[in-house]
Nanobody, 122 residues
Framework: VQLVESGGGLVQAGGSLRLSCTASGFPLGDYAVAWFRQAPGKEREGVACFNNMDESTYYLRSVKGRFTVSMDKAKNMAYLQMDNLQSEDTATYYC????????????????WGQGTQVTVSS
């Protein structure tokens, strides 16, 4: 059972990146998938969540309208499309499976990826 993130990198402010989360050992479509991020010196925070039950989505207020979370059950992958990136989006991004409680609570998730670094230069 594993999640692996990819797609991070260095981008200028206003640019875009698409993060991918590849699941192995289980069907990702049986779970909700969330993206969290952690910036240096800050606590990890929930960024977005895709609820597989009804395909509803949830977003951190500061990214709503700029980020889009999605899932491709056939590929067993989830994505986070990030547009109009800003310097405050710089962080390590993690995907996680679960969703048994509040979408933005770490305790709602039981499997985490290793993270991918996103750096936005201003």
């Amino acid at each position: 059972v594993q999640l692996v993130e990819s797609g991070g990198g260095l981008v200028q402010a206003g640019g875009s990146l698409r993060l991918s989360c590849t699941a192995s050992g289980f069907p990702l479509g049986d779970y909700a998938v969330a993206w969290f991020r952690q910036a240096p010196g800050k606590e990890r925070e929930g960024v977005a969540c895709f609820n597989n039950m009804d395909e509803s989505t949830y977003y951190l207020r500061s990214v709503k309208g700029r980020f889009t979370v999605s899932m491709d059950k056939a590929k067993n992958m989830a994505y986070l499309q990030m547009d109009n990136l800003q310097s405050e989006d710089t962080a390590t991004y993690y995907c996680a499976r679960g969703g048994w409680g509040s979408w933005n609570a770490e305790t709602s998730y039981d499997v985490w990826g290793q993270g991918t670094q996103v750096t936005v230069s201003s």
